[in-house]
C-alpha cells in the first residue's frame, strides 16, 4: 500500500491554509466596507465567467459525491452516473430558460422570487426550512464523509480531519461567494 509523502501533506496542508486565510481576508475586506447581501452572494458582480462556471460544478462536487458515489458505482455499476448527467442536464435547462427571467427582474435567491411572488411570510418559511435541512443533512454529512476521505488517505483521526474540514468551512463561509468562486 502507497502512502503519502511529506510533500503530499505539506501540499494539503498549504491548501488548506491558503483558503482559510483568502476566506478571512475577504471577510475582513468587506467588514470594513459598507457591505451587503450582494456583496456575500454575488461577489459584488466581479467573479469571471470562468470562475462562476468553476464554482457551479465544483460545488456540485462534494465528500458525497467522491465518497458515496464512488461506493454506489462500485455497488451498482456506472448506471449511478445518471445522477450527475440528470444534474448537469438540470443544470443547462436552468441556465437557458429560467435565468434570463431571474436576471432580467434582478432575482438573485429562491427567498428573494418568493418575497416578490407572494410575501416576506413564505420566504422566511422557505429560507428558514432550507437553511436548516442543509445544515443538518447536507453540511454534516459532507464534513463527515470528507473527514472520512481525509482521515482514510492521511492517516490523521477522525477528528482532527473533522475538526480542520469544519475550521475551513466557516473561513470559507465568511468570505462569501467570492471565495467559493475562486477556491
Known amino acids: 500500500m502507497q502512502t503519502l509523502q511529506s ?3 505539506t501540499v494539503l496542508l498549504v491548501y488548506f491554509v491558503i483558503v482559510s486565510i483568502y476566506g478571512y481576508w475577504i471577510y475582513n475586506k468587506k467588514k470594513n466596507l459598507a457591505a451587503d447581501s450582494g456583496d456575500f452572494f454575488l461577489a459584488k458582480g466581479t ?3 470562468w470562475a462562476i462556471g468553476a464554482s ?3 460545488s456540485n462536487i462534494s465528500a458525497e459525491q467522491m465518497t458515496g458515489m464512488s461506493g454506489s458505482g ?3 455499476g456506472l448506471a449511478i452516473s445518471s445522477y450527475e448527467w440528470m444534474a448537469a442536464l438540470t443544470l443547462i435547462i436552468v441556465a437557458v430558460f429560467f435565468m434570463p427571467v431571474y436576471l432580467k427582474n434582478k432575482i438573485y435567491t429562491m427567498p428573494q422570487f418568493l ?3 407572494y410575501n416576506s411570510k413564505v420566504a422566511m418559511i422557505m429560507a428558514v426550512f432550507w437553511l436548516l435541512l442543509y445544515i443538518v443533512v447536507n453540511l454534516l ?3 463527515y464523509l470528507g473527514a472520512i476521505a481525509v482521515s482514510g488517505i492521511t492517516g490523521w483521526s477522525f477528528m482532527l480531519c473533522v475538526f480542520i474540514l469544519a475550521i475551513a468551512s466557516v473561513f470559507i463561509a465568511l468570505g462569501g461567494m467570492e ?3 475562486y477556491t
Do not use: A, N, Q
Request: hydrophobic share 50%.
Open 179 to 181: 471565495v467559493v468562486g
Open 141 to 143: 454529512s459532507i464534513l
Open 7 to 9: 510533500l503530499d501533506y
Open 115 to 117: 418575497h416578490e411572488r
Open 56 to 58: 457551479l460544478i465544483s
Open 47 to 49: 467573479l469571471t465567467w
Open 74 to 76: 462500485f455497488k451498482l
